[in-house]
């Protein structure tokens, strides 16, 4: 017996052969594609890293899946992209600048250095001509271009708001960037600032946004529902209420309006501007505005959540209900956001949890307005709000309507009234992009004391990140400390300005970067029209879910902004998405904190990366978690061993050459051909890379048991089973593969360029026979079964037959007696 791993081409030593496979592959370019409108394009492509130093785990994960769609979609014959690049500006660079004294670009692309030759000794089937770096200046160029035509549809704007501020970041955050009130990248609590900044229009782009996620089926359902509820489109009804004895109004946006009836009083944010003068007269006066100072520094999310406790203080001001003519107390509470809405709601504290509880804590009256026969609802038995929709009662001419007819009809009433209308409200807010760092993309744009912000004409772009800057923790943007940078002449009136010293968000930088990948050398425009409409859409995207709301918002908004702008056809930038699950170790997630980090290095080192590549596709479905296992990565090393040696061996057996098939031989085909099925289903946009594998490696042991069993093979057979074998795997593990098949005299010089095979369905055919079945001596029916099967599947099979059923009822089957390939007998008494 052969040893695993030996072989007669020696033994399996992955360390040399990928090292070799690698180079060859580079020197023959053999993953660069070409724009070629005659043939079928399959775009494939996985979220680009920030070059943080070394690749980990999840990494490895990510590109592995991608590499097996591409080279599988490539083996099927489509023309495939499939390009890797970096996210290359952002705030460890610049940290590291603060910290260690290195330039941002310096420690940037030594990482980014490092990165790639990690990603390469993992055969990774990229074309690296494409590569995109978001910090080089060939890049960033068009950034600043595409900033400009935002600008110039009206859709990037310069605005004084309260803003979401890290401290620790020194920063300001988009709101997709605060997590439960706390900055995403540090985990700091975000604080409040009034600060002028730049914006990009998102909320233009809200229904659009939503209503094109209906028709993305290739989505995973939880990424579409968590875009649905961060857009958060709800309708309502906006109407006013006047102040008691005041000219003001306060309108309020409410989505029940059916509720009106059971007001019983009215809440302003904190910030609303009516707030000053409503408390002008009141005693108390000094003591609001110092509650008011302390809400304000909750943030948004704690104000908001269910378990906060609700503070409030009366205004001393009344509002007059426009349909009772009632006079309702005006509140101030944390629980009301003053950028939500009007900043203003009517309480109704039966259907509100948060009215009730606010009610409950301050005595304020509740009113029963909503009634549900099955519940007979009685406010001594209430302990919370009722929320659901109901019959109306007390609700003057209204009662007895059911909630839906009623919202209709007070609000046709009130409009009438002329002081309310149906509306649509978004929780989206628009996309704040300053940021007040060094290492990111300046914003094109020059401040003149006479003429404002100006565009830096398109012509002199880019504006280049200068390198005479000061790295001072905690200063402000370290471009403010460029006077090379700073002082400028205004392009319209000639007068002395100064340039915009904020950078962009670094996520406008990967809102378009799939689009530069299909024309990553064009010099005059982002990307040419000809080359978008070929490439793209991506047809598979795989990435993290970490960036459901982030980069997947922005980009579709770029998409859609890009196609309002005739620069590209297609209206989402990504038909299927794929979000990976993460690699876990002892049951929690990877990470250096925890001291549970497994490096892809090492792995690679001691096994190769076609084991380490094995292991990760096969321990799990790629959307679920994977739980890391040294026994599965031996595992994994042991079966690439085990196709090492059983390759070689056929290699010896495949002599005979008589021309027909043995029925073990026929057998054998016939495993190969369901393989082939099998794998093939599983790869085709199913992603069951395990179940492929485990098909894979059955296939495998049937050969070794073929082996034991016969010294000879058909060579014919022989060799379509050996070459079948290592194009299966090829996506899996492209380096072992590309090897073996060297040997068993294929004609293609390389698996990656052989086709993908067809299955033969003759091959699937199972030769069958017909038998009689006896009962008691009498021919009581007759039944089809396969050659080969064993005598006790087929007395399975006869005794559930229904004609043997029926001629047995009532009696007891004594014997069953199975002659292959003749007849069945059966004695029952
Ligand atoms: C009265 C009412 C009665 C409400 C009732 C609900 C139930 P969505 O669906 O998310 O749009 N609201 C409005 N503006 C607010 C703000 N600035 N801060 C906090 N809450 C605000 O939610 C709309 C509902 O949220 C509105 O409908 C309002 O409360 C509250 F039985 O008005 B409702
Ligand atoms: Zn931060």
């Not at 890049?139 to 600008?151: G, V, W």
């Not at 509880?357 to 301050?362: E, G, I, Q």
Request: proline share 5%.
């Amino acid at each position: 017996m052969l040893m695993e791993g030996d072989g007669m081409q020696g033994k399996y030593i992955p360390q040399q052969i990928e090292k070799k496979w690698q180079q060859i592959w580079e020197e023959t370019k053999a993953f660069e594609t070409h724009f070629d409108p005659n043939k079928k394009k399959y775009y494939v492509l996985e979220m680009f890293p920030y070059p943080s130093g070394n690749l980990h785990m999840g990494h490895v994960r990510n590109y592995s899946i991608g590499d097996v769609v591409a080279r599988f979609k490539s083996m099927q014959g489509f023309n495939v992209i499939h390009p890797m690049g970096y996210d290359a500006f952002g705030m460890p660079a610049e940290n590291a600048a603060i910290q260690h004294g290195i330039a941002p670009a310096e420690w940037t692309y030594a990482n980014i250095e490092n990165m790639t030759r990690q990603q390469k000794e993992l055969g990774l089937s990229y074309d690296w001509e494409r590569e995109v770096l978001t910090c080089r200046e060939d890049y960033y160029k068009h950034t600043q271009n595409l900033f400009e035509i935002f600008y110039k549809r009206g859709l990037a704007y310069k605005k004084e708001a309260k803003v979401n501020w890290c401290d620790h970041c020194h920063t300001v955050l988009a709101n997709e960037q605060v997590e439960e009130g706390k900055c995403w990248r540090c985990k700091n609590p975000v604080v409040k600032k009034n600060l002028s900044q730049w914006f990009l229009k998102i909320t233009d782009y809200a229904d659009r946004l939503l209503a094109d996620l209906d028709h993305m089926p290739g989505w995973p359902e939880r990424v579409k529902i968590m875009q649905r509820n961060w857009i958060g489109r709800s309708i309502g009804t906006q109407f006013f209420f006047h102040v008691d004895g005041m000219e003001d109004t306060i309108p309020v946006y409410t989505t029940r309006v059916d509720t009106v009836y059971g007001v019983t009083y009215i809440v302003l944010a904190p910030e609303h501007p009516l707030v000053e003068k409503l408390i002008s007269n009141n005693p108390e006066k000094e003591k609001i505005q110092a509650f008011i100072q302390e809400i304000k520094n909750q943030n948004d999310i704690d104000r908001t959540s269910e378990d906060t406790p609700k503070l409030g203080m009366p205004t001393g001001s009344y509002a007059v209900h426009p349909l009772t003519g009632e006079r309702v107390p005006i509140w101030i509470a944390n629980y009301v956001l003053y950028e939500y809405g009007t900043g203003a709601v009517m309480a109704v504290p039966q259907g509100d949890q948060r009215d009730w509880d606010f009610a409950k804590k301050y005595n304020l009256p509740v009113k029963i307005v909503i009634q549900n026969k099955a519940h007979d609802l009685k406010l001594d038995k209430m302990d919370q709000a009722y929320c659901e929709d109901g019959e109306l009662v007390n609700s003057s001419e209204f009662d007895g309507q059911l909630s839906a007819e009623a919202r209709i009809n007070i609000t046709k009433k009130l409009e009438k009234m002329g002081i309310g209308e149906e509306k649509v409200n978004y929780r989206l807010r628009d996309w704040l992009i300053s940021r007040q760092r060094y290492w990111g993309c300046p914003i094109p744009i020059i401040n003149c004391p006479h003429c404002g912000s100006v565009l830096v004409p398109e012509e002199e772009l880019p504006v280049v990140l200068p390198e005479d800057v000061n790295f001072v923790a905690g200063a402000t943007s370290p471009l403010e400390t460029s006077e090379s940078f700073l002082h400028c002449k205004c392009p319209k009136c000639g007068a002395d300005a100064v340039r915009e010293t904020d950078t962009m968000d670094t996520f406008i930088d990967s809102s378009w970067y799939f689009l530069r990948y299909c024309d990553p050398h064009n010099e005059q425009e982002p990307f040419s029209k000809g080359k978008t409409d070929y490439w793209m859409p991506v047809d598979q995207y795989i990435g993290g879910i970490e960036h459901a709301i982030l980069h997947l918002l922005y980009s579709r908004f770029f998409m859609k902004v890009l196609q309002d702008e005739g620069m590209v056809d297609y209206p989402e930038p990504f038909t299927n998405l794929l979000c990976q699950g993460m690699v876990l170790k002892d049951g929690g997630k990877m990470s250096k904190s925890v001291g549970n980090v497994v490096s892809p290095e090492e792995i690679v080192g001691k096994y190769g990366a076609d084991t380490a590549r094995l292991f990760i596709l096969f321990a799990a479905p790629p959307e679920k978690d994977l739980e890391w296992s040294d026994q599965g990565v031996e595992g994994s090393y042991r079966f690439l061993k085990r196709v090492w040696t059983i390759v070689g061996k056929y290699q010896e057996l495949g002599k005979e050459l008589k021309g027909m098939l043995s029925p073990d031989e026929v057998a054998l085909r016939r495993r190969l051909h369901q393989s082939i099925a099998k794998v093939t289903e599983d790869l085709d946009g199913k992603f069951a890379f395990n179940t492929a594998i485990s098909a894979i490696m059955e296939l495998v042991n049937e050969m070794y048991r073929f082996g034991e069993k016969h010294s000879t093979i058909e060579d014919s057979f022989a060799k379509e089973l050996l070459r079948d074998l290592l194009i299966l795997l090829a996506p899996f593990v492209p380096h072992i593969t590309e090897e073996l098949w060297q040997g068993i005299g294929a004609e293609e010089v390389s698996v990656h360029a052989a086709a993908w095979p067809k299955v033969d369905e003759a091959a699937l055919a199972v030769d069958s026979l017909e038998m009689a079945v006896q009962i008691n001596g009498k021919v009581r029916t007759t039944i089809k079964v396969p050659v080969d099967m064993d005598k006790d599947s087929i007395e399975k099979l006869v005794r559930a037959l229904p004609e043997v059923q029926k001629f047995t009822e009532g009696k007891i089957i004594i014997k069953c007696i199975v002659i292959p390939g003749k007849i069945i007998n059966i004695v029952a008494k």
